[in-house]
């Protein structure tokens, strides 16, 4: 065997026999350093796609949370009606109160139901709003049309909503 040394060189001589089993060894190590470097590149690229993952799928909320008080603040109110049918309408009386504040205003429906000529039960809603700038009750007197040969049956208020006036509550007493 022999050999030379130059910069960056290495040649070995070997014979044939040698040189053959030689060459198997380094394709064997060329391919154990290919599968390496792959394996390891393979390794950088699923940890690099990983960070990239969890940054593309990471979400960040922020809330800010005020201190301050609701700019409405509902009350409970209460509405009675006393009704009556005169030929083609619906005469309704309603009063509507609240304890809880004096200024306050609200919105309401109107469910009249009547029975028609062929015996049948028939509901009509009519939308109302109400308000009040002191501590006593809103009374009110609506007519509602029914129609022609027809019968009332009942009158009833739904989604009654009361919302306190605020505005004048915050004034100072002198």
Do not use: H
Not at 41 to 49: F, K
Not at 97 to 113: I, K, P, Q
């Amino acid at each position: 065997m022999n050999y030379r040394e130059q910069p960056d060189t290495l040649q070995i001589s070997l014979p044939a026999g040698d040189r053959i089993r030689m060459n198997k060894a380094l394709r064997a190590l060329q391919y154990l350093v290919v599968v390496a470097i792959g394996i390891g590149n393979a390794q950088a690229i699923s940890a690099q796609e990983e960070q990239e993952s969890k940054k593309r799928y990471e979400i960040r909320y922020k809330m800010k949370l005020s201190t301050t008080p609701p700019a409405e603040q509902t009350c409970e109110a209460q509405i009675y009606f006393t009704y009556l049918q005169k030929n083609t309408v619906a005469v309704v009386d309603s009063t509507i109160d609240n304890t809880e504040c004096d200024a306050s205003s609200g919105d309401y429906t109107v469910l009249v139901r009547f029975r028609d000529e062929n015996n049948e039960i028939q509901s009509l809603e009519y939308p109302e709003t109400w308000s009040r700038d002191d501590d006593k009750a809103v009374e009110s007197r609506k007519e509602y049309f029914l129609g022609d040969n027809v019968d009332l049956v009942t009158v009833r208020s739904r989604k009654l909503r009361c919302i306190c006036d605020n505005a004048g509550a915050e004034a100072p007493e002198e």
